[in-house]
Structure formats: structure tokens, C-alpha cells
């Protein structure tokens, strides 16, 4: 039987694809991994929604997007080397299981273009340039298919090749250690920063300077809106937070503190709000938030949600099932209530009043109705707004 052709120029080009894709697919998982979303990602342009659209990824199997990606990129880059030195004579072989991975590849990556521009608020430009790259690979995997020849290298070829692709992946290796640095760096700076703002004097916190004040806060409270603190207290501090908000997680035990610093003067407001990954992402959860409000044990539950956060899965109905077992609710009645969407106009309700007032990410903490800068909501800070509020009384 005739090899099927083998051309140096497609499997070097197929080679850098992948390894490329391989890098990118780490990059995601690095910058956009479990407790690691960021929006200061330098591949990721303006106006480019990477954590949004990657927090709503559909996971088959459980697994994200980004590790298959890596998987199937990590497979073209091995069917490369094997190709290129017709290991135990399989190159036919080789040349169409990769001709069918290839196939499954770019329909999967095609499903996901597609996905963002029917059903996720945004698009992301690192699923983007994957998709790019996945076509590419398909692009010339199929063309190197037509022609046949047969196979003959000498040893000084080979050799030539092994120094190619490990040259290539050294570099790959140069890249992705860089990435890694920068990423790491910028949690040493986030963690810096946070403590920083907890040794914060009062004359540091500022509130928003892109926020007007809200004089009629009191109207948009709902009698359905979870609160902590007395319904008289003079101080009303409101927050909007996404249950899948890696930095709503972090600011929430700061705005816990200050209820319990001030039980008698101040009432907050917790407005949960669907943000992350789009408008329908975090209904169940909100949902689950709203079901253990009216049981009386909204704080137990949001810490549990908040405990096994998951902004690239989200939590299951199972899991959120399990949650409402341990805080002695009814399950089944639970089931019902999250299925049956009982508390889906309490999210649309809270969704328009927060677009009402101009809010796009989450969390917003207002005190007496000032927005809050971002880099004031620590617990020294939101003490200072109190005492200042308290003075204003």
C-alpha cells in the first residue's frame, strides 16, 4: 500500500499550530482557572468578555473547554512527531486518526463560536483566536491528504526535524514560564493591595467618583430583598454580588464585619444579581439564595455557595440540593422551587434596577447612598463611610 504523502512544510506549519494552541489553551487555565479569573489579562481585548464568556462554558463532562483544547491541541502536536518519523511504519495511520480529531476539533470549536453569538453576553477573544487556530489546523490537515508519495528521509533529515520540534517546544516552555510569572505576580500585587486597604486610614477611602449619589435608595428595597441588621437602623448599606463572583466572595466577609460592628445603625441590603457569564448563568443559585431567605437561613447558604464557588461550572442543582439538606430544609421542596423558576421575577426585578442605575459588574456596595470605590471596600474603609454617615444623621 502507497504511503500517503508526507510534506515537511505542512507538518512543521501543523507543529506551531499546535504548540501555539497549547499555550493558549494554558494561558486560559492560568488566568481564567478555579479562583483565578482576570480582567487584566493582556491577551484579552477591550471590549472582549473572556471571563463572562469562559465562566459559561458548557464543560462536557465536567471538564472545561480550555483542557479539552489543550487535549486535542496536545494530540496534533504528538501526531506531528509521529508522522514526521513514521514510527513502526503507521504514518497512513496516524495521518487519518488526525484527519478525524481534527474533524471532532473544529465542529466542537465551531459549537462554541457559535454559542457566544446566540446565548453568552460577549464574546471572548481568546475562544476566538482557538478557533482561528483550530481551522487553520483543519485547513492544511486536509490539504497535506491529497497527494501520495512515498516516504524517503535520510538520517541527517530526522535529525534535523528532532531539533526542530524541541527547539519549538522550548520556546513554548520560555513562553509559558513568562506567563506564569506575570500571573503570579499580579496575585502578589492583588494580595498586597488587599492588605493594604485593611491598614487603610480613613483619609484613603474614597467613594466612586464615576457614581452620582442615590437619594432614593429606600425605593428600590424589596420586601423581598435579604437584609442583616434592623429594619429601622438609620444607615442603609446595599450590595449587589453575583454568587459566582470570585471578588464578591472576597468583599462579602468585610460587609458581614460591618453588620456585626454595628447591629443597632446599620442595615444592609444584599441584592444578588446575575452577572457572571451572562444573564441566566447564576439563576439557580440566586434561585437557591432567595428559597433559604425565606426559610431564614440566607447567610448559612450564600457562605456555602460562596465556600464551593465554581465561576467556570457553576453549582449543580444536586449540589445546591445538598446544601438546602444540611441547613434542614425541605429537598423536594427545594427542587421544585429552583426547577420551577418560583423566584425568577425577583431576578429580573433586581437585574433592571441595577442596570437602572448604570451598574455593569459586580460588587457594588453603596453606603447611604454612596457607590463605593473598588479600592475602598475594605473593612477599615466601610467603617469610615459608617462613621461618616453616623456624623450625617
Same mark, same amino acid.
Given at each position: 500500500?502507497?504511503?500517503?504523502?508526507?510534506?515537511?512544510?505542512?507538518?512543521?506549519?501543523?507543529?506551531?499550530?499546535?504548540?501555539?494552541?497549547?499555550?493558549? @489553551?494554558?494561558?486560559?487555565?492560568?488566568?481564567?482557572?478555579?479562583?483565578?479569573?482576570?480582567?487584566?489579562?493582556?491577551?484579552?481585548?477591550?471590549?472582549?468578555?473572556?471571563?463572562?464568556?469562559?465562566?459559561?462554558?458548557?464543560?462536557?463532562?465536567?471538564?472545561?473547554?480550555?483542557?479539552?483544547? #489543550?487535549?486535542?491541541?496536545?494530540?496534533?502536536?504528538?501526531?506531528?512527531?509521529?508522522?514526521?518519523?513514521?514510527?513502526?511504519?503507521?504514518?497512513?495511520?496516524?495521518?487519518?486518526?488526525?484527519?478525524?480529531?481534527?474533524?471532532?476539533?473544529? &465542529?466542537?470549536?465551531?459549537?462554541?463560536?457559535?454559542?457566544?453569538? @446566540?446565548?453568552?453576553?460577549?464574546?471572548?477573544?481568546?475562544?476566538?483566536?482557538? #478557533?482561528?487556530?483550530?481551522?487553520?489546523?483543519?485547513?492544511? /490537515?486536509?490539504?497535506?491528504?491529497?497527494?501520495?508519495?512515498?516516504? %524517503?528521509?535520510?538520517?541527517?533529515?530526522?535529525?534535523?526535524?528532532?531539533?526542530?520540534?524541541?527547539?519549538?517546544?522550548?520556546?513554548?516552555?520560555? &513562553?509559558?514560564?513568562?506567563?506564569?510569572?506575570?500571573?503570579?505576580?499580579?496575585?502578589?500585587?492583588?494580595?498586597?493591595?488587599?492588605?493594604?486597604?485593611?491598614?487603610?486610614?480613613?483619609?484613603?477611602?474614597?467613594?466612586?467618583?464615576?457614581?452620582?449619589?442615590?437619594?432614593?435608595?429606600? %425605593?428600590? &428595597?424589596?420586601?423581598?430583598?435579604?437584609?442583616?441588621?434592623?429594619?429601622?437602623?438609620?444607615?442603609?448599606?446595599?450590595?449587589?454580588?453575583?454568587?459566582?463572583?470570585?471578588?464578591?466572595?472576597? +468583599?462579602?466577609?468585610?460587609?458581614?464585619?460591618?453588620?456585626?460592628?454595628?447591629?443597632?445603625?446599620?442595615?444592609?441590603?444584599?441584592?444578588?444579581?446575575?452577572?457572571?457569564?451572562?444573564?441566566?448563568?447564576?439563576?439557580?443559585?440566586?434561585?437557591?439564595?432567595?428559597?433559604?431567605?425565606?426559610?431564614?437561613?440566607?447567610?448559612?447558604?450564600?457562605?456555602? &455557595?460562596?465556600?464551593?464557588?465554581?465561576? /467556570? /461550572?457553576?453549582?449543580?442543582?444536586?449540589?445546591?440540593?445538598? #446544601?438546602?439538606?444540611?441547613?434542614?430544609?425541605?429537598?423536594?421542596?427545594?427542587?421544585?422551587?429552583?426547577?420551577?423558576?418560583?423566584?425568577?421575577?425577583?431576578? +429580573?426585578?433586581?437585574?433592571?434596577?441595577?442596570?437602572?442605575?448604570?451598574?455593569?459588574?459586580?460588587?457594588?456596595?453603596?453606603?447611604?447612598?454612596?457607590?463605593?470605590?473598588?479600592?475602598?471596600?475594605?473593612? /477599615?474603609?466601610?467603617?469610615?463611610?459608617?462613621?461618616?454617615?453616623?456624623?450625617?444623621?
Amino acid at each position: 500500500m502507497a504511503l500517503l504523502a508526507y510534506r515537511k512544510v505542512i507538518e512543521r506549519v501543523l507543529y506551531v499550530f499546535a504548540l501555539t494552541g497549547i499555550g493558549l @489553551t494554558l494561558h486560559i487555565a492560568l488566568w481564567y482557572g478555579e479562583g483565578g479569573s482576570s480582567s487584566d489579562d493582556p491577551l484579552c481585548g477591550v471590549g472582549s468578555n473572556c471571563i463572562g464568556v469562559i465562566a459559561n462554558d458548557p464543560a462536557p463532562l465536567g471538564i472545561p473547554s480550555a483542557w479539552w483544547g #489543550f487535549g486535542f491541541y496536545a494530540l496534533i502536536g504528538l501526531s506531528c512527531i509521529l508522522i514526521t518519523h513514521n514510527l513502526s511504519g503507521l504514518r497512513n495511520v496516524f495521518l487519518k486518526v488526525r484527519a478525524a480529531i481534527v474533524s471532532l476539533g473544529w &465542529v466542537y470549536s465551531l459549537f462554541l463560536t457559535i454559542l457566544q453569538a @446566540t446565548a453568552i453576553d460577549g464574546w471572548c477573544q481568546l475562544c476566538l483566536y482557538s #478557533f482561528t487556530i483550530v481551522t487553520l489546523i483543519a485547513g492544511f /490537515t486536509f490539504f497535506g491528504l491529497f497527494k501520495r508519495s512515498s516516504f %524517503q528521509r535520510d538520517q541527517d533529515e530526522v535529525g534535523r526535524e528532532y531539533i526542530f520540534h524541541g527547539a519549538v517546544a522550548a520556546l513554548l516552555l520560555g &513562553v509559558l514560564m513568562l506567563d506564569y510569572s506575570v500571573v503570579s505576580a499580579n496575585q502578589e500585587e492583588a494580595v498586597a493591595l488587599a492588605a493594604m486597604q485593611e491598614d487603610a486610614t480613613p483619609s484613603l477611602c474614597m467613594y466612586a467618583q464615576d457614581s452620582p449619589p442615590f437619594d432614593n435608595l429606600e %425605593q428600590i &428595597v424589596m420586601d423581598f430583598d435579604p437584609f442583616i441588621g434592623p429594619e429601622d437602623a438609620p444607615i442603609l448599606v446595599m450590595e449587589f454580588l453575583d454568587p459566582n463572583c470570585n471578588h464578591c466572595k472576597a +468583599v462579602h466577609p468585610s460587609v458581614k464585619a460591618l453588620a456585626e460592628a454595628y447591629p443597632d445603625s446599620v442595615r444592609i441590603v444584599i441584592k444578588p444579581v446575575p452577572i457572571v457569564g451572562g444573564p441566566t448563568y447564576s439563576l439557580d443559585e440566586i434561585a437557591a439564595l432567595y428559597y433559604a431567605n425565606d426559610h431564614g437561613v440566607f447567610l448559612e447558604m450564600l457562605d456555602m &455557595v460562596f465556600e464551593y464557588q465554581s465561576p /467556570t /461550572t457553576g453549582l449543580s442543582l444536586d449540589m445546591l440540593a445538598q #446544601f438546602a439538606e444540611e441547613l434542614n430544609l425541605n429537598v423536594g421542596d427545594f427542587r421544585r422551587a429552583i426547577q420551577g423558576r418560583e423566584y425568577s421575577n425577583y431576578t +429580573v426585578q433586581t437585574r433592571r434596577f441595577f442596570e437602572g442605575m448604570g451598574f455593569t459588574g459586580v460588587p457594588v456596595i453603596i453606603i447611604n447612598g454612596q457607590r463605593i470605590s473598588s479600592s475602598s471596600r475594605s473593612l /477599615t474603609c466601610l467603617k469610615s463611610f459608617v462613621e461618616q454617615a453616623k456624623r450625617n444623621i
